[in-house]
């Protein structure tokens, strides 16, 4: 080097750290006899979790054998009667920093996955959530074996996994110490098959549930919370095609019975559960008439946001012979329906399961109040969901009819093509005997017109 020349040193450009925190993720299950659900519910976490855990409680099946070949690591729990045992030796296995404890039955869909990875992610590089959101609280939907949803709860099945969060409860087990605030959210729902009729006959879990309820409850006698849910497993139980279904049925309606009358807190959707068993119950028995309508006006009360409890009041109301409180009611049911199909108090919601039952009521209910336009609107809703409601078609055609509303039965008869396929025998017998019903002469021969001499033929014969 020239002398006097001084040297130079190249530093490489500073590299910027980030501080940005990845949440490690375990998701954890215990499981028996799952191997028609088991690659389901490792699935949908493959991408967000870096570890699976599966805790087999005594399979015979597959379930072992699937889960260990989708890279899941498996454990074995001796089954002692004891859900929150099993589920703690599960949590007790995991390394993350988050855990997601879903049933063998329960999902996340693959987009609601990732919004759950960024929600933990989010929380962990928030400053404000780091250190203090101890659990994630969102909706659970219970879905049918026709796979439409007919219920939501919300649930806390994602958690911090420190030593202090563990299940507590044999059965119906729930988080213990889970401090404040927890992080709701509404973005992202566990989906849950497991109360379809098809899963309790195949599992059997109606029959176990009771054992371990019972067993439960005779340690804790007067819990009106173990009341219900013994209740409502009972029912369940039936599923499984129980001999003794009165019976049964005498012991669930007499613990609903004790659980309402305790004064004690009760879930909410327990307790919509057990008034509907007992309105519906009764509803048709004139020695029980003014007890059901008690029941109903108490149920409305408490439950105010409830489309069950508003629509047996108003059923209610009905049969009492007031329309005009019972069209309050039912209008308000419809509301609560279009307000949000599924909410927290839609638990086993019998409205929202059969939602044309509303819209039937209310027909029936616009008929007597004279509200022509009511008639046609609600019978319409029911007719495009079953068009051979016969008990609806005939009420949706006389309303034409009605002064102020006089239609040609060459219109109706257009309008019925809307629903109805002409070509089709069994629309074309349906329409012919609502229209002889009302009393349409020009409309059944119109139907008739559309009936073939083969047909005609067919028909004669009684085939």
């Known amino acids: 080097m020239p002398k006097g020349k001084k040297r130079t040193y190249h530093r490489p450009p500073a590299q910027k750290v980030s501080t940005k925190r990845t949440v490690k993720l375990?998701?954890?299950?215990?499981?028996?006899?799952?191997?028609?659900?088991?690659?389901?519910?490792?699935?949908?976490?493959?991408?967000?979790?870096?570890?699976?855990?599966?805790?087999?409680?005594?399979?015979?099946?597959?379930?072992?054998?699937?889960?260990?070949?989708?890279?899941?690591?498996?454990?074995?729990?001796?089954?002692?009667d004891d859900f929150s045992a099993a589920k703690n030796y599960a949590i007790d296995q995991a390394s993350g920093d988050w855990i997601a404890f879903l049933d063998a039955d329960e999902y996340f869909s693959e987009q609601d996955a990732k919004q759950l990875s960024a929600t933990l992610n989010g929380i962990a590089n928030e400053p404000e959530y780091r250190d203090r959101k101890t659990a994630i609280d969102c909706p659970l939907i219970n879905i049918d074996?026709?796979?439409?949803?007919?219920?939501?709860?919300?649930?806390?099945?994602?958690?911090?996994?420190?030593?202090?969060?563990?299940?507590?409860?044999t059965i119906h087990e729930t988080l213990e110490n889970l401090s404040k605030p927890i992080f709701r959210t509404t973005d992202m729902n566990i989906m849950h098959t497991g109360y379809s009729s098809s899963a309790y006959s195949e599992t059997g879990k109606g029959g176990r549930n009771v054992q371990m309820?019972?067993?439960?409850?005779?340690?804790?006698?007067?819990?009106?919370?173990?009341?219900?849910?013994?209740?409502?497993?009972?029912?369940?139980?039936?599923i499984d095609g129980s001999e003794d279904a009165a019976e049964i049925l005498v012991r669930a309606e007499a613990l609903y019975r004790e659980a309402l009358s305790s004064g004690q807190f009760i879930y909410k959707e327990l307790r919509q559960s057990a008034y509907n068993f007992l309105i519906r119950t009764y509803f048709d028995d004139d020695a029980h008439s003014t007890e059901v309508l008690e029941l109903c006006i108490r149920a409305y009360n408490e439950l105010p946001e409830s489309p069950d409890c508003c629509f047996f009041y108003g059923m209610k109301l009905s049969r009492n012979g007031n329309p005009q409180a019972a069209w309050d009611k039912f209008i308000e049911c419809e509301r609560l329906l279009d307000r949000s199909e599924l909410s927290s108090s839609s638990y086993d919601s019998y409205v929202i399961r059969n939602p044309m039952l509303v819209f039937y009521q209310m027909v029936i209910v616009a008929e007597r109040l004279g509200k022509i336009d009511e008639v046609i609107r609600c019978a319409t809703l029911v007719l495009k969901e079953d068009k051979y409601q016969h008990m609806m078609l005939a009420p949706y055609i006389a309303a034409f009819s009605r002064p102020g509303y006089e239609t040609s039965s060459e219109e109706v008869f257009e309008l019925l093509g809307r629903i109805y396929d002409f070509d089709n025998l069994r629309d074309k017998l349906t329409v012919l005997q609502a229209s002889k019903d009302v009393g349409d002469v020009t409309l059944v021969n119109m139907?008739?017109?559309?009936?073939?001499?083969?047909?005609?033929?067919?028909?004669s014969k009684g085939i």
């Open 26 to 80: 375990s998701q954890c299950m215990i499981v028996k006899n799952e191997e028609k659900n088991i690659e389901r519910a490792l699935s949908w976490a493959k991408g967000i979790a870096f570890e699976q855990i599966v805790v087999d409680t005594g399979s015979t099946d597959r379930t072992v054998e699937i889960a260990e070949s989708m890279g899941a690591k498996v454990f074995h729990f001796e089954w002692i």
């Open 145 to 169: 074996d026709s796979g439409r949803p007919f219920s939501v709860q919300n649930q806390m099945r994602i958690f911090r996994n420190v030593p202090e969060i563990r299940y507590s409860g």
């Open 213 to 238: 309820l019972e067993a439960e409850l005779e340690q804790d006698k007067d819990n009106a919370t173990l009341k219900c849910y013994l209740a409502d497993s009972l029912r369940i139980a039936l």
């Open 447 to 459: 139907v008739l017109s559309k009936i073939s001499p083969e047909e005609l033929e067919w028909l």
